[in-house]
């Protein structure tokens, strides 16, 4: 059975974002929603993290980043350890600002409460990546229907 695959993801935001509105008054954003990712992200993820290390977090092997797996746990170490650097880390924020079709700014102003949220829905784009974060922790509540995967 093929697993349909994921071309939006809602996530709602907890703190609002402060924008400008078309005809220039104050408004925000509640939630944001990621696209799936075009061959331009996918190139400039391979820039910012290299290209070894993006084939893994696009296959869609979820066994080699099973709950508490050594390898899941690389793969999350070797990401963070690219990104780890400030022209990396606005590199990133710009593809998901692409993704959302938003500007930089209004995901540099996402709160922190909100940064996992988005980052899982993120990662539901690459299969390796989502296995990878899931398996670092366990959860501790019930999960939330708060970020909704759209067809």
Do not use: C, Y
Not at 27 to 48: D, F, G, Q
Not at 60 to 80: C, F, I, P
Not at 134 to 147: F, I, R, W, Y
Request: net charge negative; glycine share 8%.
């Amino acid at each position: 059975m093929t697993k349909a695959l994921l071309t939006t993801v809602t996530v709602p935001l907890s703190v609002p974002v402060a924008v400008a509105a078309s005809d220039g008054k104050p408004a925000e954003r509640s939630e944001i929603t990621l696209n799936r990712p075009k061959v331009r992200h996918a190139k400039r993820l391979a820039v910012l993290v290299g290209s070894d290390l993006l084939e893994s977090l696009m296959a869609g092997d979820s066994e080699s980043a099973s709950l508490g797996d050594v390898d899941g746990r690389k793969l999350v170490v070797d990401l963070l350890g690219k990104l780890l650097d400030e022209d990396r880390l606005d590199g990133l924020t710009h593809v998901i600002a692409d993704l959302a079709g938003e500007d930089v700014s209004v995901i540099d102003d996402i709160d922190l409460i909100d940064l996992p949220a988005v980052a899982m829905a993120f990662s539901g784009f690459f299969p390796g990546l989502q296995s990878a974060i899931a398996g670092l922790s366990k959860p501790n509540s019930q999960p939330s229907d708060d970020t909704r995967p759209e067809t």
